[in-house]
T-cell receptor
Framework: DVKVTQSSRYLVKRTGEKVFLECVQDMDHENMFWYRQDPGLGLRLIYFSYDVKMKEKGDIPEGYSVSREKKERFSLILESASTNQTSMYLC????????????????FGPGTRLTVL | DAKTTQPNSMESNEEEPVHLPCNHSTISGTDYIHWYRQLPSQGPEYVIHGLTSNVNNRMASLAIAEDRKSSTLILHRATLRDAAVYYCILRRPTGNQFYFGTGTSLTVIP
């Protein structure tokens, strides 16, 4: 079974702190994603990475950065946490697209509920 | 980004079939239709996907309209463990993004 793990299920931080959220997948997937989930807004993509050291902005990258130094690990960094970054953060991974444009599926971790005070 | 429209919530009695609708009128010819679900306190999980033909797997069935502007996820016998938020997503053949909406919250009544 594909396994995506996230470093913490619950995290409480103070405004202005630097926050690291870690995600590890064990299926050698090329693609990794960070989403945040808020009531009434669904899942919104923050950043994704399609290879080591490669990253692309999603829909809401402001206030976040990412790091992918190894294929299995994708980190989300909040440089200076703010209260509006209180949210559920979900990491996902997926294999590369198959030849011929066949589709792929995403595998999600359990999420980290971050509270910024 | 390709948009989908789903009801905010639905209810079903336990052991009865459930039909979860999704409208995607802006679908293009090469978009795949994906369904994911999110159980309480968990990340989303893949349920099923299709392109044009109806699809069945051990979790559910996917019925796709002939014009592909709508689809229906069918749970044949709802159980309490099926209570979740169900997301209908269009997946473009290029690019890496999945666009999740707000989904349908399914309540299963014992």
């Amino acid at each position: 079974d594909v396994k995506v793990t996230q470093s913490s299920r619950y995290l409480v931080k103070r405004t202005g702190e630097k926050v690291f959220l870690e995600c590890v997948q064990d299926m050698d997937h090329e693609n990794m994603f960070w989403y945040r989930q808020d009531p009434g807004l669904g899942l919104r993509l923050i950043y994704f990475s399609y290879d080591v050291k490669m990253k692309e902005k999603g829909d809401i990258p402001e206030g976040y950065s990412v790091s992918r130094e190894k294929k299995e690990r994708f980190s989300l960094i909040l440089e200076s946490a703010s209260t509006n970054q209180t949210s559920m953060y979900l990491c996902a991974s997926s294999p590369p697209r198959l030849a011929g444009g066949r589709t792929d599926t995403q595998y999600f971790g359990p999420g980290t509920r971050l509270t910024v005070l | 980004d390709a948009k989908t429209t789903q009801p905010n919530s639905m209810e079903s009695n336990e052991e009865e079939p459930v039909h979860l609708p999704c409208n995607h009128s802006t679908i293009s010819g090469t978009d795949y239709i994906h369904w994911y679900r999110q159980l309480p306190s968990q990340g989303p999980e893949y349920v099923i996907h299709g392109l044009t033909s109806n699809v069945n797997n051990r979790m559910a069935s996917l019925a796709i309209a002939e014009d592909r502007k709508s689809s229906t996820l069918i749970l044949h016998r709802a159980t309490l463990r099926d209570a979740a938020v169900y997301y209908c997503i269009l997946r473009r053949p290029t690019g890496n993004q999945f666009y999740f909406g707000t989904g349908t919250s399914l309540t299963v009544i014992p």
